[in-house]
């Protein structure tokens, strides 16, 4: 499926949530309470350089630009990328432009935290994961942390889809749906030190479905 066309149709939307790509599951607690997950599990500090990959209209960028060092942030929708200029302008911290976690070709340096939000669901195959997982683990220094949030899981795909409604049945069931045990060993082969699995905040809707992973280089 070919899901930029959604993203730039959310980049127009007038309420900043549909344009984080969560306008139907989230109000701005679910939104804050998605930050605070965040945050728990990076730790940042004023210390960091932070990469948000996905990064959509900026708002994550601009909400998290105040407690690290830098903020360096991409979407593979030019519309999106667009609000994120617009949004950020003036925030002397924060950095975006257009790519794709595929390609990641116009990173420069290496940043100690890295967010992936809702992303590895857009994939087309594990193969795609696996060349994700290994472009991140290039631009991490060692003990670098990365947290990649909201992953379909396999294993509650069939009730998730039960639930679903006939308008979004063909969307859900669509999403790249994820065994962490699959993912788990991709990133060890990859390289990575540590891949352990986080509950999603059980106040948040994707906390019944989804599943956070965060990664140690």
């Given at each position: 499926?070919?899901?930029?066309?959604l993203?730039?149709?959310?980049?127009?939307?007038?309420?900043?949530?549909?344009?984080?790509?969560?306008?139907?599951s989230?109000?701005?607690?679910?939104?804050?309470l998605?930050?605070?997950?965040?945050?728990?599990?990076?730790?940042?500090?004023?210390?960091?350089?932070?990469?948000?990959?996905?990064?959509?209209?900026?708002?994550?960028?601009l909400?998290?630009?105040?407690?690290?060092?830098?903020?360096?942030?991409?979407?593979?929708?030019?519309?999106?990328?667009?609000?994120?200029?617009?949004?950020?302008?003036?925030?002397?911290?924060?950095s975006?432009?257009?790519?794709?976690?595929?390609?990641?070709?116009?990173l420069?340096?290496?940043?100690?935290?890295?967010?992936v939000?809702?992303?590895?669901?857009?994939?087309?195959?594990?193969?795609?994961?696996e060349?994700?997982?290994?472009?991140?683990?290039?631009?991490?220094?060692?003990?670098?942390?990365c947290l990649?949030?909201?992953?379909?899981?396999?294993?509650?795909?069939?009730?998730?889809?039960?639930?679903?409604?006939?308008?979004?049945?063909?969307?859900?069931?669509?999403?790249?749906?994820?065994?962490?045990?699959?993912?788990?060993d991709?990133?060890?082969?990859?390289?990575?030190?540590?891949?352990?699995?986080?509950?999603i905040?059980?106040?948040?809707?994707?906390?019944?479905h989804?599943?956070?992973?965060?990664?140690?280089?």
């Open positions: 499926m070919d899901w930029k066309p993203w730039q149709q959310k980049a127009a939307a007038p309420d900043f949530l549909t344009q984080t790509g969560r306008g139907n989230f109000n701005l607690d679910k939104f804050l998605y930050l605070q997950d965040v945050n728990a599990a990076l730790q940042l500090d004023k210390s960091d350089t932070l990469l948000d990959i996905g990064g959509a209209s900026g708002w994550v960028t909400f998290l630009s105040p407690f690290v060092n830098s903020v360096t942030m991409f979407d593979y929708s030019d519309k999106m990328i667009e609000k994120a200029e617009q949004l950020t302008y003036g925030c002397t911290n924060t975006v432009f257009q790519d794709n976690i595929l390609s990641m070709k116009y420069q340096g290496t940043y100690s935290k890295v967010l939000g809702s992303v590895l669901q857009y994939l087309n195959n594990m193969d795609e994961v060349q994700a997982l290994r472009k991140i683990y290039n631009v991490m220094p060692y003990y670098g942390k990649l949030t909201h992953n379909p899981d396999i294993s509650k795909k069939k009730s998730h889809l039960a639930t679903a409604s006939p308008e979004t049945l063909e969307m859900e069931n669509a999403r790249l749906w994820l065994d962490f045990d699959d993912v788990h991709i990133a060890m082969s990859t390289g990575f030190k540590s891949c352990r699995k986080l509950a905040n059980p106040l948040i809707w994707q906390s019944s989804m599943f956070d992973f965060v990664l140690t280089k």
